[in-house]
């Protein structure tokens, strides 16, 4: 989402005559699009502020913008804290950053914090970092208030955007060139809310399977409590929609599950991972999880290695518990000692890399289809692209199929990657 955002600023910017320079020492203005989700991420914001701050002070001319969420999140103490802080703007008011840019004189600081809401507006400029893949948002902010999290506060209250919107922008990338679009929302089960007339996610996958030309959709990310047997459907019948679902978890046990404030048990996420198993052979599901919740005993870790094993996630993101004021659980008592986080986030780590490797073993001799993304990392001679699954594949071939679909036969894989030979 961030990515998304940043695209937007910067396309916003250049439309104004401004250039993208690659290293900040030449920039006449630095602006971090930041995030909050957990402190690491202000941390590194911080320290390259830190990096920055002679060259404010020597450099009158020279501008400090922080953009996104902890600019939201922190507002005017920025300014005290860093003074060589010139712009603080966030997310919800990412339209005016152009204007407040413009406004900056050096010797007036800039906040812009104000508003609750996204507006449903569209951006006078915008840019895309991928030339065949592109993110496009469906909704902003988030209603649902998990206890740990920031976003409610940072990107404040749901909005969904109009369903002719989203498609005529898929429509437009389409005509660029791009061949795969993923829709982003905190929550893209709950998108319609607030529109006129009845509209459902489902709903919106439909219209934009009918746009032609297009070749994938993609989508994230779901809240296990509202994803339901219509998307299932979806996910199975539209051809375009990939085989593939980023469905969050957070714990295996319940009694986190309650003081995370998720509304659903583990019994009730199993049982929908099981029908969507069945309903979509061969999907991918991949997941997030929170290690070291405020007192979370040994047995409740034991739960959520016990889910890994049980879901069988084709990946998992796992990160280790962060107190977020002024989320709810941050009057929680971080009780979880660094060392055990660690090791809980290990654990799973490599229970996750074995069974991401047998997952990926039991697609050994299929063929899949992969967008070609560009050259391997490895091999000058191989290209890497994604199944529909989501899974990394390299195989041999020229620069030439960069950008296109092939299909191919699986070979081989490791933990991470499968190997496989155009068909
Ligand atoms: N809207 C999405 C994801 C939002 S943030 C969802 O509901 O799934 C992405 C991930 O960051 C979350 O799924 C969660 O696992 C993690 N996260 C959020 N807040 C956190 C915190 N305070 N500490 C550690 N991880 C956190
Ligand atoms: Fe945060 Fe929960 Fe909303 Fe996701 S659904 S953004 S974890 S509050």
Avoid: W
């Amino acid at each position: 989402m961030n990515d998304r955002d940043s695209e937007l600023i910067e396309g916003m910017l250049t439309e104004k005559g401004f250039q993208i320079v690659d290293d900040a020492e030449k920039a006449d203005i630095a602006l971090f699009n930041t995030c909050s989700v957990r402190q690491h991420a202000e941390d590194r914001v911080i320290g390259n502020l830190q990096k920055l701050k002679s060259r404010r002070k020597k450099d009158p001319n020279f501008r400090i913008g922080i953009l996104g969420c902890m600019a939201k999140r922190h507002g005017e103490m920025l300014f005290k804290e860093y003074p060589q802080i010139d712009i603080v703007v966030g997310p919800s008011n990412i339209y005016d950053i152009p204007d407040l840019i413009a406004r900056s004189t050096g010797s007036e600081k800039i906040l812009a914090v104000d508003k609750e809401k996204r507006p449903k507006k569209k951006a006078a400029g915008d840019s895309r970092s991928g030339i065949f893949s592109a993110f496009v948002n469906i909704m902003y902010g988030c209603d649902n208030f998990c206890s740990y999290c920031i976003v409610p506060y940072v990107r404040g209250r749901e909005v969904s955007r109009p369903k002719k919107d989203i498609v005529d922008e898929v429509k437009h990338l389409v005509d660029k060139g791009f061949k795969e679009i993923t829709l982003l929302g905190q929550n893209v089960n709950s998108y319609g809310k607030g529109l006129s007339g009845k509209v459902t996610f489902p709903h919106l996958l439909e219209a934009i399977n009918k746009v032609k030309d297009l070749e994938r959709i993609r989508f994230t990310t779901s809240h296990p409590k509202d994803a339901d047997k219509a998307l299932f459907r979806a996910i199975r019948d539209l051809d375009k929609v990939c085989e593939h679902i980023h469905l969050p978890l957070q714990s295996g046990s319940d009694k986190m599950l309650d003081l995370m404030n998720r509304k659903y048990k583990y019994g009730d996420y199993k049982e929908k991972a099981d029908q969507l198993k069945e309903m979509v052979p061969g999907v991918g599901i991949s997941t997030d999880l929170i290690v070291g919740f405020p007192s979370a005993k040994e047995s409740d870790f034991k739960a959520t290695y016990k889910a890994m094993k049980e879901v069988e996630f084709n990946s998992a993101f796992i990160f280790k518990y962060s107190p977020r004021p002024p989320a709810e659980s941050s009057c929680l008592v971080d009780d979880v000692k660094e060392a055990v986080k660690k090791k809980r986030n290990n654990d799973l780590l490599s229970l996750q890399k074995k069974i991401s490797h047998q997952k990926n073993r039991s697609m050994i001799g299929t063929e899949q289809e992969v967008l070609a993304e560009g050259k391997s990392r490895m091999s000058d001679k191989e290209l890497i692209g994604r199944t529909r699954n989501n899974t990394p594949c390299v195989f041999k071939a020229g620069e030439d199929l960069i950008g296109k679909l092939v299909k191919v036969k699986i070979k081989g894989t490791s933990p991470t990657t499968l190997k496989g030979e155009i068909v």
